[in-house]
């Protein structure tokens, strides 16, 4: 079935400027998590503190309302899980690495309310040395969805793994429809 272009783009579940072969950036640009062309996105904006090179951080100051309710007033699990896989990843790109979640698990410690403002927090951990001594792929980084007075709601461990971005691209051209 043809696609109907008449519709402006914030009225499609999928638009169709997501439409077509776009670049890896561009493709970041409608990133469920921080991409700021993606209507349906949660537009997370993060600030990355990098002056510890040991400690890195990303933090988002964000608040969500009933688009992304899970159970009555709080925020879906599912959605619990991509604010903090989004706050992990932002620590890559300050490592100057282009890496993709590998493993993640999640304390889901209290229930995460709508209509707060809340911190969401990625720490880099450790990126552990291959067994030449040489960097290696993994990058261990750790996730926090806290209230603004430190409480924490739920927090990950997450494994990130580097990827050369020209095979990202290739593998992505490879799942084009
Ligand atoms: C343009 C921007 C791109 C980034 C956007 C960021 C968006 C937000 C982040 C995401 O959500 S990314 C989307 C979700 N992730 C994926 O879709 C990734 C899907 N998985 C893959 O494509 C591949 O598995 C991956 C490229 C990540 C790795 O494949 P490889 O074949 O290169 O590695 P492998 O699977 O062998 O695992 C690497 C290492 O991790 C180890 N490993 C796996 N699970 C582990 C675990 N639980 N604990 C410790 N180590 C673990 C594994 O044993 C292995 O160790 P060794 O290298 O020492 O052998």
């Not at 561009?26 to 600030?47: D, I, K, Y």
């Amino acid at each position: 079935m043809s696609k109907d272009t008449t519709l402006p783009d914030n009225a499609r579940h999928t638009p169709i400027s997501m439409d077509g072969n776009p670049t890896i950036d561009e493709r970041a640009n409608h990133c469920f998590g921080c991409g700021p062309a993606n209507p349906q996105g949660l537009h997370l904006h993060f600030t990355t503190d990098t002056s510890n090179p040991q400690a890195i951080t990303a933090t988002c100051h964000f608040q969500l309302d009933r688009m992304h309710e899970g159970p009555p007033g709080h925020i879906h699990g599912g959605i619990v899980a991509a604010l903090l896989d989004e706050a992990m990843s932002k620590l890559n790109r300050p490592l100057n690495v282009l890496a993709m979640t590998r493993h993640m698990e999640i304390d889901y410690l209290r229930p995460v309310p709508l209509y707060k403002p809340l911190v969401l927090i990625g720490r880099h951990l450790s990126r552990p040395a291959k067994a030449d001594g040489t960097p290696g792929r993994k990058f261990f980084h750790q996730g926090e969805i806290q209230l603004p007075d430190g409480t924490v709601l739920a927090r990950s461990k997450g494994l990130f793994i580097a990827i050369d971005e020209k095979l990202l691209a290739a593998g992505l051209a490879q799942t084009e429809t």
